[in-house]
Each structure stands twice: as structure tokens, then as C-alpha cells.
């Protein structure tokens, strides 16, 4: 198929939706096989903007043909699509009265209010409602292909780690990886007992995720210790056993971990040496690690111990105001596309800071058409806001006094604060501040907001009550 035929092909798929000069060079030039770098270098574009620009493309793609259509698939997606759907597509088309982009077509269907699901955890597989936070998703896809790689996932709660993961792990098992997920969170409190005994919890499930029978005592040697027999169970047993196929260890929510010091200053630096590992032993390419989790680790570790400075670190961002239009347009809200529909977004996304399960939410309750966006966000930090419920969980957290105390310095100043490394590792867990080492400041206006009024009137009971008691 020649160049010219994509080209058709596409503004069938993609009807009104016309695309810019630089979608049609980053379209055909993919279709011919070119790198990012080269359509760079030969565009005069940056190489991050050319990746954003084909991240967006596939995406689009993606939601007019309800296909995952991505660089590396995008021969077979248009091939298929024009021997197996053309025809009807085209009949489609003409049976529809006015204009309409394919992001409306699918709006059309799957975005009435009736049918749009309260924001609650990862977005589904396939879901219409992921957005894209380019280059993320082509830099953990294409991490896992490389054998014994470490991909560490981190962000605080709520922020998409785990619709990300799920996404990878999608496209491992497209490859015909074998998957084993552990969340750490389902971990029993005794299992965090002592190493022995996390280690052999560790090792059972990754055991039977595998389909292989546990058989941990015919390895496991006390004298030689639980880390050295857990490295022998996955060497001369696990990765053994399993086929020719690389093994994807997902490990999310692995944060739980660092708080029980005596486990996470042994269980971190072996996973360490296992990446090492495979540099010099075939066994150990088999194995693909992802660890995911909210925080930093404030647990010292020698710089040739720690896992986090080894590997690929993805840090998930904040949504930019061009992904809250992209989010606003997929839940139906047709006037994000145009000029002052931008303008109202832009006054959301400043208020939580273009936190994606914040700015899902507003979106969420403005599509089922509960509210006005301004009375959304004039009443967001307030107890008849949309954000109540998050916010009073969030207070909850927060009733010990050290943090309670770190948060007030916080809210005090629009200047970054110095805070203790654990206070610094539980707030930026929550999500409630981002942290430059362990200076920190409020996550988004909503939190500044929100707490100022809550730790005020904490504060002013306080003091009444110890008033009362003097008196």
C-alpha cells in the first residue's frame, strides 16, 4: 500500500477531523518505517514534540477504529481495516446526516450520561476515557521487551500508575509474556513478620501465578538465608520450569514495603541484583520487573544497593490543559472545543493542579449535566462540593499530629518547606504535596484551600478548648 493510500485511508477513518501538516509527515513517515529521531532531525522538530504529536495520532486512531492502533501496529491496523471494514465504514458515513469528527461519532454511543461510569480506579482496557501522557506508554512497552529490564512506575494515589501498568501488562501478553501481578497492599500484616517469612509468601504466589506447584522447602536453606534461597527458588526452579517466554514481575503498590525497614533494606537490593543478574546470565533475561509505588523510599540504602537508581523511572505527570480539552471532548462536553470552553477548563485544571482523577471527577458530574463548571469550582473545596468525600478522606489521614503539623507549615506559605524525610514520604504518598528532596509544597489549590479551612478550625477548637481548661 503506497503512501497516498494511508493518506486516504485515514481521512476516511477519520472524517472532520482534519489533521495538521505535521500529522500527515508523522503518519506517512512511520508508515515507512522512520524513527522519531529521524522524522526530527528531517522536520526540525524536537523529538519530544514529534513523539506527542504520533502519541495523540494513534490515539485518535485508536478511538475512530476501537482498536489499539500504535506506531509499531499501524501496517496491520490500516491493512485490516481496509480489507475487512472499508466498505461498511464508507456505508456508515453516508448514512449520516451533518458533519461529525470520530471522536463525536463515539461520543454519540458511549458518552451518554446514562452510561458513563463513576471514576473509580484504573479506566478499563479500551476504555475511550485513557488519556495518553506521551511518551510514557511507548517508553514502558518498549522497556519491557528488553530482557532482565527494571521499569520502576512512581506517583502519588490516584494518579494512573495502575491504569499505566495495566496497559503493559496488556501489551506483554500481546507478545505471549507470561504475567505475574502482586499487589502489596493484599499482603496479610504477619506476612511482613520477618524476611523469611515475606520471602516465602513472595515465592508461593509468584509460584502459583505461574502455574507451578510450590515447592519451597526443597530449596529453602536456613543456613544459607531466606534472600540467597528465594534467588535459588526463582533460578533453579521457577524460571526453569517455565517455557522459553519471558515472565513480566508486575509489583505494584510496593511502597507498603518500605515501611517495614528490616524487610525493605534486604527484599530492595535483591531485586537489584536479579536486574544485574541477567546482564551475565541467560536464566535471568526471562525476567522483566516492574515495581510501582507512591513514593520515594526514606529508607537509607547504599547507592550500589537500591533498585531505584537502576533501570528506566517513569514519573507520571499531571494532565496539561490540551489533555483536560482531550478528556472533556471524550465524556461528550463538545464546547472544551472551543475558545471559551478552553478558557473555563484552564480555571479546572489550575484548581487540582491537572490531577487526572480529579479533573475525571469534575468532568464526570459536569457530563451528567449536575452543574455549571463555576459552580463546580466555587464550591470544590466545601462541604457541598463534588470533592467532599476525597477531601474528608484525605483529613482522615492526616489526624496524626507530625503531619497534621508538617501540613500547616505547608498551607502557611506559598514558599516551598523543609520537612523530616517521613513526613515528606507520607504526604507525598497521599498525594497531598509534591516534593523537590524533602521541600515541600500543597499538590494543587483545591488541598490549599481546603485545608486551610479544615487545620483553622482544628486549630481554633483547640484553642478554645484549652482555654475553657485554664479557665
Given at each position: 500500500?503506497?503512501v497516498?493510500?494511508?493518506?486516504q485511508?485515514?481521512?476516511?477513518?477519520?472524517?472532520?477531523?482534519?489533521?495538521?501538516?505535521?500529522?500527515?509527515?508523522?503518519?506517512?513517515?512511520?508508515?515507512?518505517?522512520?524513527?522519531?529521531?529521524?522524522?526530527?532531525?528531517?522536520?526540525?522538530?524536537?523529538?519530544?514534540?514529534?513523539?506527542?504529536?504520533?502519541?495523540?495520532?494513534?490515539?485518535?486512531?485508536?478511538?475512530?477504529?476501537?482498536?489499539?492502533?500504535?506506531?509499531?501496529?499501524?501496517?496491520?491496523?490500516?491493512?485490516?481495516?481496509?480489507?475487512?471494514?472499508?466498505?461498511?465504514?464508507?456505508n456508515?458515513?453516508?448514512q449520516?446526516?451533518?458533519?461529525?469528527?470520530?471522536?463525536e461519532?463515539?461520543?454519540?454511543?458511549?458518552?451518554?450520561a446514562?452510561?458513563?461510569?463513576?471514576?473509580?480506579?484504573?479506566?478499563?482496557?479500551?476504555?475511550?476515557?485513557y488519556?495518553?501522557r506521551?511518551?510514557?506508554?511507548?517508553l514502558?512497552?518498549?522497556e519491557?521487551?528488553h530482557?532482565?529490564?527494571?521499569?520502576?512506575?512512581?506517583?502519588?494515589?490516584?494518579?494512573g500508575?495502575?491504569?499505566?501498568?495495566?496497559?503493559?501488562?496488556?501489551?506483554?501478553?500481546?507478545?505471549?509474556?507470561?504475567i505475574?501481578?502482586?499487589?502489596?497492599?493484599?499482603?496479610?500484616?504477619?506476612?511482613?513478620?520477618?524476611?523469611?517469612?515475606?520471602?516465602?509468601w513472595?515465592?508461593?504466589?509468584?509460584?502459583?501465578q505461574?502455574?507451578?506447584?510450590?515447592?519451597?522447602?526443597?530449596?529453602?536453606?536456613?543456613?544459607?538465608g531466606?534472600?540467597?534461597?528465594?534467588?535459588?527458588?526463582?533460578?533453579?526452579?521457577?524460571?526453569?520450569?517455565i517455557?522459553?517466554?519471558?515472565?513480566?514481575?508486575?509489583?505494584?503498590?510496593?511502597?507498603?514495603?518500605?515501611?517495614?525497614?528490616?524487610?525493605?533494606?534486604?527484599?530492595?537490593?535483591?531485586l537489584?541484583?536479579?536486574?544485574?543478574?541477567?546482564?551475565?546470565?541467560?536464566?535471568w533475561?526471562?525476567?522483566?520487573?516492574?515495581?510501582?509505588?507512591?513514593?520515594?523510599?526514606?529508607?537509607?540504602?547504599?547507592?550500589?544497593?537500591?533498585?531505584?537508581?537502576?533501570?528506566?523511572?517513569?514519573?507520571?505527570?499531571?494532565?496539561?490543559?490540551?489533555?483536560?480539552?482531550?478528556?472533556?471532548?471524550?465524556?461528550?462536553?463538545?464546547?472544551?472545543?472551543d475558545?471559551?470552553?478552553?478558557?473555563?477548563?484552564?480555571h479546572?485544571?489550575?484548581?487540582?493542579?491537572?490531577?487526572?482523577y480529579?479533573?475525571?471527577?469534575?468532568?464526570?458530574?459536569?457530563?451528567?449535566?449536575?452543574?455549571?463548571?463555576?459552580?463546580?469550582?466555587?464550591?470544590?473545596?466545601?462541604?457541598?462540593?463534588?470533592?467532599?468525600?476525597?477531601?474528608r478522606?484525605?483529613?482522615?489521614?492526616?489526624q496524626?499530629?507530625?503531619?497534621?503539623?508538617?501540613?500547616?507549615?505547608?498551607?502557611?506559605?506559598?514558599?516551598?518547606?523543609?520537612?523530616?524525610?517521613i513526613?515528606?514520604?507520607?504526604?507525598?504518598?497521599?498525594?497531598?504535596?509534591?516534593?523537590?528532596?524533602?521541600?515541600?509544597?500543597?499538590?494543587?489549590?483545591?488541598?490549599?484551600?481546603?485545608?486551610?479551612?479544615?487545620l483553622?478550625?482544628?486549630?481554633?477548637?483547640?484553642?478554645?478548648?484549652?482555654?475553657?481548661?485554664?479557665?
Amino acid at each position: 500500500m503506497s503512501v497516498e493510500d494511508i493518506l486516504q485511508a485515514v481521512e476516511k477513518i477519520l472524517q472532520d477531523k482534519p489533521l495538521a501538516s505535521i500529522q500527515w509527515f508523522v503518519l506517512s513517515q512511520s508508515w515507512l518505517g522512520k524513527t522519531y529521531s529521524e522524522m526530527a532531525e528531517a522536520s526540525g522538530y524536537g523529538n519530544n514534540y514529534i513523539k506527542e504529536v504520533g502519541s495523540e495520532l494513534w490515539q485518535d486512531l485508536s478511538v475512530a477504529l476501537g482498536k489499539r492502533v500504535t506506531k509499531k501496529n499501524l501496517h496491520l491496523a490500516l491493512n485490516k481495516y481496509l480489507q475487512d471494514n472499508i466498505g461498511d465504514r464508507q456505508n456508515q458515513i453516508q448514512q449520516k446526516s451533518g458533519e461529525e469528527s470520530s471522536l463525536e461519532m463515539v461520543s454519540s454511543d458511549f458518552f451518554s450520561a446514562s452510561k458513563i461510569e463513576f471514576p473509580s480506579g484504573p479506566v478499563p482496557l479500551g476504555s475511550p476515557l485513557y488519556i495518553n501522557r506521551p511518551p510514557l506508554e511507548e517508553l514502558v512497552c518498549n522497556e519491557i521487551l528488553h530482557p532482565g529490564c527494571l521499569i520502576r512506575i512512581k506517583a502519588p494515589r490516584k494518579m494512573g500508575k495502575s491504569s499505566l501498568l495495566n496497559r503493559m501488562i496488556a501489551y506483554a501478553r500481546e507478545q505471549s509474556y507470561q504475567i505475574v501481578y502482586l499487589d502489596f497492599q493484599e499482603a496479610d500484616q504477619d506476612v511482613f513478620g520477618s524476611l523469611d517469612k515475606f520471602l516465602r509468601w513472595f515465592c508461593v504466589n509468584v509460584s502459583r501465578q505461574l502455574n507451578l506447584f510450590p515447592c519451597l522447602d526443597d530449596f529453602w536453606d536456613t543456613e544459607m538465608g531466606s534472600k540467597v534461597s528465594c534467588k535459588i527458588y526463582f533460578e533453579a526452579y521457577l524460571l526453569q520450569y517455565i517455557d522459553c517466554s519471558p515472565v513480566v514481575l508486575a509489583l505494584n503498590e510496593v511502597h507498603r514495603v518500605f515501611e517495614y525497614p528490616n524487610i525493605a533494606q534486604d527484599f530492595l537490593p535483591m531485586l537489584r541484583f536479579w536486574h544485574e543478574q541477567a546482564k551475565q546470565d541467560q536464566i535471568w533475561q526471562k525476567l522483566r520487573m516492574v515495581v510501582v509505588h507512591t513514593t520515594e523510599i526514606y529508607i537509607p540504602l547504599n547507592l550500589n544497593q537500591s533498585p531505584f537508581n537502576v533501570g528506566i523511572t517513569i514519573t507520571l505527570p499531571p494532565f496539561t490543559l490540551k489533555q483536560v480539552e482531550n478528556l472533556a471532548l471524550r465524556y461528550g462536553l463538545h464546547c472544551a472545543a472551543d475558545s471559551e470552553g478552553t478558557k473555563h477548563l484552564a480555571h479546572l485544571q489550575a484548581m487540582v493542579g491537572g490531577h487526572p482523577y480529579l479533573v475525571s471527577l469534575a468532568l464526570y458530574h459536569l457530563c451528567q449535566k449536575e452543574m455549571t463548571l463555576e459552580m463546580l469550582l466555587e464550591t470544590a473545596s466545601t462541604p457541598v462540593g463534588i470533592y467532599n468525600q476525597h477531601l474528608r478522606e484525605l483529613l482522615t489521614l492526616l489526624q496524626e499530629p507530625e503531619l497534621m503539623s508538617a501540613m500547616q507549615q505547608i498551607i502557611a506559605t506559598d514558599e516551598k518547606v523543609e520537612l523530616n524525610a517521613i513526613a515528606a514520604y507520607k504526604l507525598e504518598s497521599m498525594g497531598l504535596v509534591q516534593l523537590n528532596g524533602n521541600q515541600a509544597h500543597a499538590m494543587c489549590e483545591l488541598y490549599r484551600l481546603y485545608f486551610s479551612q479544615q487545620l483553622g478550625k482544628q486549630n481554633s477548637a483547640n484553642s478554645s478548648s484549652t482555654f475553657s481548661s485554664n479557665f
